[in-house]
């Protein structure tokens, strides 16, 4: 299991920033500098792709844990690159999603 959660968190690292980079792109910086972090988010969103689909897990259980892993790093790279506190409905709503996306993972029929 720890194998596939290092594929997971690999790939909702990179997406996540892949996606900050790019909202920073969109509203903080203009010319090349826009252009060469739009490739550099590129990069990071084709190696979101290639690590989540490499997962060795079903893709409906990896499905699961990735949700559960991505809301805690989208949290954790928001507060990075944009100095933001998840509100109180923020983590009840984030208890929430982890608890699915665990129990869509390792529940057994």
Request: charged letters at 10%; aromatic letters at 14%.
């Amino acid at each position: 299991m720890g194998k596939i959660f290092l594929f997971v968190l690999v790939a909702t690292i990179l997406e996540v920033t892949g996606d900050a980079i790019i909202r920073k792109c969109l509203y903080e910086y203009n010319g090349i500098a826009r252009v060469a972090m739009f490739f550099l988010a590129s990069a990071l969103l084709i190696g979101y792709g290639i690590s989540i689909n490499l997962a060795p897990i079903e893709f409906s259980k990896v499905a699961g844990l990735y949700i559960a892993t991505l809301f805690v790093v989208w949290q954790t790279v928001n507060y990075l690159f944009f100095k933001t506190i998840p509100t109180t409905p923020i983590i009840l709503g984030g208890i929430l999603i982890v608890a699915g996306g665990l129990i869509v993972t390792f529940w057994e029929r």
